[in-house]
C-alpha cells in the first residue's frame, strides 16, 4: 500500500523568506501523481501544485516550487517570498498514474509565518 | 471558477442519530469522493463514486455510512447511527477523471460533532 509521510508537524517561517516542507512516500508505481494541498483557517483543500513522476523537470507555481527525487520518493515543497496568506496546513498527497486508489494523504505540516 | 460547495458547514448531533452531509459537486465532474479528518489527524480516504454505485471504499466506511446521489447534482453522505468517534469534518470533493492525475477539488467541509 501507498504511504506520504510528512516528518514535520510544524514550521515557522519569517514573512519574505523561504520555506521548505518535506514529503517522503512509498509506492511500488513507476507512474504516479504528486500533489500539494493548502489548507488554510477557512478549512477548504486548495491544490497548490501538482508533479507528474515521469516527467524530471520540477514543476513550479509562482512562489510555489518542488523537489522532486524520484529514486529517493521525496517530495518537498518551497515557498518563497513567503507571505501572511501562506499560514496553514501543508498536505502532500499521491495518486497513482490509474486505477481506482484514491489520492493518499500525509498526516499535514501546519506552517505559521512570523511578520 | 466553479466550486465545490458543502453543506451545513458545522452540524452537531447526538449519539444515535441519523445525519445527514450535502455536497454540490462541480458541475462537470463525474468522480465524487467522500474524506474524513478527525481533528488534528490526516485526511481519510471514505468512498468514491461514480456512475451512481461506489466505485471504492475503505475500512472505515462500514455499514453505518451510505452515500447517493439522489438527484444529478446532489452527493449525500449518510451516517445511520452516529457514534462519538464519527466527529470529525468531513469533505466532499470532486474530479473530471479517476487518476490520470486529475486533481480532486474539494468543497470547505462539514465539521460534524457528535455528543
Known amino acids: 500500500a501507498q504511504t506520504v509521510t510528512q516528518s514535520q508537524p510544524e514550521m515557522s517561517v519569517q514573512e519574505a523568506e523561504t520555506v521548505t516542507l518535506s514529503c517522503t512516500y512509498d509506492?511500488?508505481?513507476?507512474?504516479?501523481?504528486l500533489f500539494w494541498y493548502k489548507q488554510p483557517p477557512s478549512r477548504q483543500m486548495i491544490l497548490v501544485i501538482r508533479q507528474e513522476a515521469y516527467k524530471q523537470q520540477n514543476a513550479t507555481e509562482n512562489r510555489f516550487s518542488v523537489n522532486f527525487q524520484k529514486a529517493a520518493k521525496s517530495f518537498s515543497l518551497k515557498i518563497s517570498d513567503s507571505q501572511l496568506g501562506d499560514a496553514a496546513m501543508y498536505f502532500c498527497?499521491?495518486?497513482?498514474?490509474?486505477?481506482?486508489?484514491?489520492?493518499?494523504f500525509g498526516k499535514g505540516t501546519r506552517l505559521s509565518v512570523i511578520a | 471558477e466553479p466550486e465545490v460547495t458543502q453543506t451545513p458547514s458545522h452540524q452537531v448531533t447526538q449519539m444515535g442519530q441519523e445525519v445527514i452531509l450535502r455536497c454540490v459537486p462541480i458541475?462537470?465532474?463525474?468522480?465524487f469522493y467522500w474524506y474524513r479528518q478527525i481533528l488534528g489527524q490526516k485526511v481519510e480516504f471514505l468512498v468514491s463514486?461514480?456512475?451512481?454505485?461506489?466505485?471504492?471504499k475503505s475500512e472505515i466506511f462500514d455499514d453505518q455510512f451510505s452515500v447517493e446521489r439522489p438527484d444529478g447534482s446532489n452527493f449525500t453522505l449518510k451516517i445511520r447511527s452516529t457514534k462519538l468517534e464519527d466527529s470529525a469534518m468531513y469533505f466532499c470533493?470532486?474530479?473530471?477523471?479517476?487518476?490520470?492525475?486529475?486533481?480532486?477539488?474539494f468543497g470547505n467541509g462539514t465539521r460534524l460533532t457528535v455528543t
Open positions: 470533493a470532486s474530479s473530471e477523471r479517476q487518476g490520470l492525475g486529475s486533481p480532486l477539488h
Open positions: 458541475s462537470n465532474h463525474l468522480y
Open positions: 509506492t511500488s508505481e513507476s507512474d504516479y501523481y
Open positions: 463514486f461514480y456512475n451512481n454505485e461506489i466505485s471504492e
Open positions: 498527497a499521491y495518486s497513482p498514474h490509474s486505477g481506482n486508489t484514491p489520492l493518499v
